[in-house]
């Protein structure tokens, strides 16, 4: 089994194609097959190496190493298109000599006259075949003169093209809908369906796994695998990914490309995993698995053909799943970045800091979707003004004290010790006690439980690279002497 992802190097990785790309990483993990990354960058108007970069940099992040291809190699390349011409020259060569296909010399402003009548008559718009009858001697002459050209495909008329769709089941295209479509444009650069099937074949792709878009493209390319005598792939095209008013996902619905749910926080076995569940299940009512137990579970045929709903609500719930279970130095590791970007780091991490992030990061992930939410997380660490609004003065007076007696609150017995000695000194309890605490302390009415963030402040004062942290001792004594 061979399988190919070949995007177009024109922007950023939308999501849609990132799942494309996990079905067929899925099926060929799955089956021992050979996953090829090929790209397809022949829109020379649009390609750019910088957006081929993106795109492989956004692959690696998702775990979809592939087998052959770009940066990989293999026996089948070159695998940028843009470095496959001579390939499609020998091919249309071929096609021209075999009579299968012609020069067509029609001008833009013919084929959308002819566009516009067939459409005025209630007819599917197709090429009218003007060129389609000039001697092959005769059209040669014109183009070795100079005259524009394009090349198309000879399609035979009058019968059915037929395959079968994993996914979808029988297909069925009459050819005398199809017309006869461009393979070659005039400046010699191959359209789509021509380099397609030439890329395919030769690389011997056995599954074209792609999206729902490209079935009309189906029967020009099953015509173009039998013009050549090459063996015809197995197809399955998936549903699109719609946004949540069943619309296909586009910007309008917020985030749509890998980059952008990346720097929002999202891991990437998050995302590998929620992509997985659109338009298919791995059964036995589960949906948390990682990526090598889907792809053992992966069968095409068990994938739906209706539209799947992208929910970022739901990928937010796959996340939270996966952060809880991360290991702490790589959840300090993609945390760094967003802490720094709010100022809560501030320099180069000293041992003992970094300790501290490994150490604190797992208990506030436990409550987080994403990653720049763990810096909300820590606010009240790097982030304190002490209150102004009305406490109870014997409290705070109580609290003051029993800290600048006791050691710092580096953990969770020496914070419940010293709330004892003030709950014993104030009488106060449950609510009414810690309550107030968390607003001496941490200057907020809300936040992480005080088991977890006042250790985490004490903890963090005076540590190396990290932003100035006030001490509860401090912080205590700064209320106090507002009374």
Sequence with gaps: MRVRFAPSPTGHLHVGNARTALFNWLLARGQNGTFILRIEDTDLERSTRASEQAILDDLRWMGLQWDEGVDAGGSYGPYRQTERMQSY????????????????????????????????????????????????????????????????????????????????????????????PVLVRSDGIPAYNFAVVIDDALMKVTHVIRGEDHISNTPRQLLLYEAYGYQQPTFAHLSLVMGPDHAPLSKRHGATSVKEFREKGYLPEALVNYLALIGWSPGQNEELLPADELARRFRLENVAHSAGVFDEDKLAWVNRHYLKIIEPHRLADLAEPHLRQRGQIAGELSADARAWLVSVLPGMAASVDRLPQLADRLDAVFNFTAPTESLDPTLVKALAGELAASPRLTDKDTFRAVANRVKDKTGLKGKNLFHPIRVILTGSHEGPELDLIVPAIDRAVGLGGLANVISCKDRAAAVANLL
Excluded: M, W
């Design 89 to 180: 020259v020998d091919h249309t060569n071929r096609l021209l000599a075999e009579g299968k296909g012609y020069y067509c010399f029609c001008s833009a402003e013919t084929l959308e006259a002819h566009r516009k009548s067939q459409l005025a008559a209630g007819l599917p718009p197709k090429y009218a075949g003007t060129c389609r009858n000039i001697p092959a001697e005769e059209a040669k002459r014109r183009k070795d003169r100079g005259e524009a050209a394009v090349v198309r495909l000879r399609v035979p008329g009058g019968r059915n093209v037929t395959f079968n769709d994993v996914v979808r089941g029988e297909v069925t295209f009459h050819t005398d809908v199809i017309g006869d």
